[in-house]
Each structure stands twice: as structure tokens, then as C-alpha cells.
């Protein structure tokens, strides 16, 4: 090994021990490998909001014949905890009905994902405000 993939290693291996020591093994699952990423054609709903952070996230929903959340899908520019934010709430609307996914909460998101820390919360309240824009606006 030369010095250059030595020190990137090393690098990564110091990234992995931060993320290990503030977020869930679920989160760091979700930011790395996010679920439901990317926009649909012919969605029934969509939104875009930007956060007060800065991030946007983008939420696109599909329903099935009985108004059950078929499809959803995300894109975010923000950080991890805004990738990990839109995959699970993607994961947690699937098959629910329209005002099933309305009561969804920041906090119950928040739970699914074995927490966030303090400062990241906003990112939950970011991809629930979205999916009730996205809810607000179908066609």
C-alpha cells in the first residue's frame, strides 16, 4: 500500500469513528445507501420546500387505486441526516393512505431512524413538512 491510500484510509476510518459516535447505525445506513432516491414521471403529488438550514428536499408520491401511497421517491441537496430523513419517511409512507402518511411526525421519523442528534432534528421536520406540501398539492 503507498502512502496516499494509506492516509486515505486512515481518513475514512476517522469519518466512520465520527458518524459512529453521533448517529444510529440506521441513520449512517440510510445516508450511505438511501432508499427511494431520485424523481418519478407522473406523480400525483410532489412538493419542494427548502429548510430553514438551507436544504431542499423534493418528495414525488404515486398512489394506487385505492389511494394508498404506492410510489415515493426523494431528492435532497442537504446533508446526511436530510438523505437519511427522506429515505426512511420514503420507506415509512409506502401503502399508507393519504391521511395515514398526514399524521405522520417529525418525531415518530425521528424514532424509526434510533434517533438524531439535537441539532440535526430540523432535518425530520424538513422531509414531514415536504411530504404534507407534496399531500396538499396532488393532482
Known amino acids: 500500500m503507498d502512502e496516499f491510500e494509506s492516509l486515505t484510509e486512515d481518513l475514512q476510518g476517522e469519518i466512520d469513528r465520527e458518524e459512529?459516535?453521533?448517529y444510529s447505525p440506521t441513520v449512517i445506513e440510510h445516508a450511505r445507501s438511501p432508499?427511494?432516491?431520485?424523481?418519478?414521471?407522473?406523480?400525483?403529488?410532489?412538493?419542494?420546500?427548502?429548510?430553514?438550514?438551507g436544504d431542499t428536499m423534493e418528495l414525488y408520491l404515486?398512489?394506487?387505486?385505492?389511494?394508498?401511497?404506492?410510489?415515493a421517491t426523494f431528492?435532497?441537496?442537504?446533508?446526511?441526516?436530510?438523505?437519511?430523513?427522506?429515505?426512511m419517511l420514503t420507506v415509512m409512507?409506502?401503502?399508507?393512505?393519504?391521511g395515514e402518511a398526514?399524521?405522520?411526525?417529525a418525531r415518530e421519523l425521528i424514532a424509526?431512524?434510533?434517533?438524531?442528534?439535537?441539532?440535526?432534528?430540523?432535518?425530520?421536520?424538513?422531509?414531514?413538512?415536504t411530504l404534507r406540501a407534496a399531500l396538499s398539492h396532488r393532482e
Open 35 to 53: 432508499r427511494n432516491l431520485g424523481r418519478i414521471d407522473g406523480a400525483q403529488a410532489s412538493a419542494v420546500v427548502r429548510g430553514w438550514c
Open 20 to 22: 459512529r459516535a453521533h
Open 93 to 98: 409512507i409506502r401503502g399508507k393512505t393519504i
Open 62 to 71: 404515486r398512489l394506487d387505486k385505492e389511494g394508498r401511497i404506492e410510489v
Open 102 to 105: 398526514l399524521g405522520l411526525s
Open 112 to 129: 424509526a431512524l434510533d434517533g438524531l442528534p439535537e441539532d440535526s432534528a430540523h432535518c425530520a421536520e424538513l422531509a414531514v413538512m
Open 75 to 87: 431528492m435532497t441537496d442537504g446533508c446526511g441526516s436530510t438523505l437519511a430523513c427522506g429515505s
